[in-house]
């Protein structure tokens, strides 16, 4: 049977009270008011974007979805962990700071917030899959503790999956920074020499410390490496060269099930709504406000992140009338995290576009 996909036509800056009518629109058809009941501690996991970028989900708009599980009688808090590399979200204090920076204030919203992964990303809970590349994974404690969840997430391209929304909200933004770090640690990053200009970019955005400028040259420590591909955002020779095809398939399909030991502690207590809206080159982890590489589509919704992801991805790339995702990151195989957690009983790849009339 197909997963249903719940679908509105929105825009980037458009009225807010369109938005909120929207938002109630998308969680009644998620059934929301059937799995959070009075009391339940409900997790809305979302990123808060980094220092100066500006294209995470609007925390206005989260406004919409807070309320409606207070009305519920739930109890919601804001959510995320701690990033792997260095940066303003890889303790609580700094990451809390930033959300507030941001707009995620609990005088304004009624909703504190609370990183799953604790203080230092050390709080973690362990869930049995037996899958291919994990046999249980490491989910952030707060996760795990929360009654309910629900996933705000903005598609986007990205720097080591091309494309990015629900799967690596849940996959790689519920790891710890021990689980993010076996998700990434087959990504070995290289120079390349002959483009490379030695101006030691990719050294001040390193995180681990493992570039090196030698006879103005780069050079990567793979001991040291953590293979966030930071350097490649930071590169403007194009001298850093990635090893996608089996490499760049096996980090989404590590993520993919990450994803699934999150699905799995959540069975049918857990919703997602995708932003397709201001869609970017990159993440909303980097550290700089970027142009739309697409037009909007609108916000999807479902309780299958596979067929929400993958209709979601439809939209944009019918929207631009071209495959956003491969245009962008055209050495990455972006759909491997659609295909591969299909054939884990992440969701299904097949489903059903309900239109908001």
Known sequence: MKSKVYFVKAKWGEDLDSIRKKTLWLLDKLAVKKFVKKDDLVAVKLSFGDKGNKG??????????????????????????????????????????????????????????????????????????DKKHFKSVKIARACADADSVVVLSHVTGHMVTGFASAIKNIGMGFATRA????????????????????????????????????????????????????????????????????????????????ALGVMKDKEGNIAFLNYAMNVTHDCD??????????????????????????????????????????KEWPKSNWTAQLTYGAEIGLGSLDYELVEME
């Open 285 to 326: 982890c980097l550290a700089k406000d970027e142009p739309a590489v697409a037009p909007d589509a609108g916000i999807l919704a479902s309780v299958d992140p596979v067929a929400l992801d993958k209709a979601s991805a439809d939209l944009v790339n019918e929207a631009a009338k071209r495959d956003v995702f491969k």
């Open 56 to 129: 995470h989900v609007d925390a206005r708009h989260a406004r919409f979805v807070i309320d409606e599980i207070i009305s519920l009688k739930g109890k919601p808090f804001f959510t995320d962990t701690n990033t792997l590399y260095k940066a303003h979200r890889q303790n609580a204090v700094d990451h809390l700071n930033l959300a507030y920076e941001h707009g995620f204030t609990p005088d304004v919203f009624g909703a504190p917030v609370v990183f799953a992964d604790g203080l230092r990303s050390g709080e973690d809970a362990e869930i049995k899959i």
């Open 179 to 258: 689980g993010k770090l076996l998700q990434h640690c087959d990504l070995k990053p290289s120079v390349l020499t002959q483009k490379c200009t030695g101006c030691g970019l990719c050294v001040i955005h390193c995180p681990s410390g493992a570039i090196t400028i030698e006879g103005k040259i780069a050079r990567i420590d793979e001991n040291t490496c953590i293979g966030c591909g930071d350097c490649l955002v930071a590169c403007r020779s194009d001298a850093i060269n990635i090893p996608w095809g089996e490499t760049n398939t096996n980090v989404q399909e590590k993520m993919a099930e990450f």
